[in-house]
């Protein structure tokens, strides 16, 4: 469970808002770049549960999905918010690796289901 998601979309019933900057912030993830945008847009998306940071090899502040990021970008997949057409039938068997591994990894990211 992400406890940070879970706070997010249970304050009042089952709600989740992304603006336009935060779902390209997902796809770019999504596509294996580790910057999401501007600050107001990494902190919204760390804050949903959707996106982790960490500090690489060179002091830089990077992003990559969590397990529920990845499951949002298929959700927005799915409901035609991302174009992505070429990336379909990846993302497909992606999310079919990722939920029966979700228990187990709590951390795996895309970039790790693709190598």
Do not use: C
Not at 11 to 31: D, P, V, W, Y
Not at 32 to 54: D, F, K, P, Y
Not at 60 to 71: E, H, I, Q, Y
């Amino acid at each position: 469970m992400n406890p940070l998601f879970r706070q997010h979309v249970t304050s009042t019933a089952f709600n989740l808002t992304l603006s336009a900057h935060m779902i390209h912030g997902l796809k770019s993830l999504a596509e294996g770049n580790v910057n999401v945008g501007g600050e107001h847009t990494q902190n919204a998306l760390v804050g949903r549960g959707l996106i982790e940071s960490w500090t690489n090899l060179f002091d830089k502040l990077v992003f990559r999905l969590t397990p529920t990021g990845n499951a949002v970008v298929y959700l927005l997949i799915e409901a035609g918010l991302l174009d992505v057409a070429d990336m379909y039938d990846q993302w497909t068997r992606l999310f079919e690796e990722f939920s029966k591994d979700m228990g187990n990894s709590p951390h795996k990211s895309v970039q790790e289901y693709t190598t």
